[in-house]
């Protein structure tokens, strides 16, 4: 793992979140959201440092419908209302009382109220495909040359566009969040120069 850029970003994080006041909960919500971002993206970082690829893109479907959300209650302040109820929804279940999760905004809607509907056909795609147990992932994560085998070093440049993909997404939320809650062009500035970094320009 590039040490050197996650320390960057995570310098910058600290920094511009030690300065954040939020005086609404569309604030407070996308504090919350950027943060729960970008601790998924330090975890999966820890598992390709460690050589566990097999975990990382759970870690990062997670990420990007976080990263959605985050989107979502940028462009719309009514959206606090949606995570509102999807949050009283599973209190209510678990209560043993019966709700109507279709009443809640599906996936495909978010990434499209977010402006991702590309990335919901392409990199979210492959990440759900690569979180399910399906002969492809297991084939690519579980085996070599047809054997099954265990605790394998994993393919290197794979293993690096997972870096970057993680590095990237974890920039590109910050920059969304702190671009909105404004005061930030120093760190925004910063983040952009890591964003570029990894080659991607965007998280996928």
């Not at 995570?83 to 043993?96: A, C, Q, T, V």
């Amino acid at each position: 793992m590039n040490n050197q850029v996650w320390d960057e970003l995570n310098t910058i994080r600290f920094e511009a979140f030690s300065k954040i006041f939020h005086e609404t909960k569309q604030d407070k919500y996308i504090a919350l959201l950027m943060t729960r971002v970008t601790e998924l993206c330090q975890d999966a970082l820890l598992l390709l440092e460690n050589d566990r690829v097999a975990s990382v893109p759970i870690l990062l479907r997670s990420a990007l419908e976080s990263y959605v959300d985050l989107m979502c209650l940028i462009n719309n302040a009514d959206y606090v209302e949606e995570m509102n109820k999807s949050f009283d929804f599973h209190k209510m279940k678990f209560k043993g009382e019966k709700v109507n999760f279709r009443e809640l905004i599906n996936i495909s809607t978010k990434f499209e109220l977010a402006g991702e509907s590309k990335t919901y056909a392409g990199f979210y795609a492959y990440l759900c495909r690569s979180s399910h147990g399906n002969l492809e992932m297991l084939i690519n994560f579980h085996s070599i040359d047809e054997k099954i085998s265990i605790g394998h070093k994993p393919n290197v440049e794979e293993v690096k566009l997972l870096e970057n993909q993680t590095l990237c997404l974890a920039a590109t939320a910050l920059i969304e969040g702190l671009e909105h809650l404004g005061k930030f062009e120093t760190q925004i500035d910063k983040l952009k120069s890591i964003q570029h970094f990894t080659g991607n320009e965007e998280y996928a």
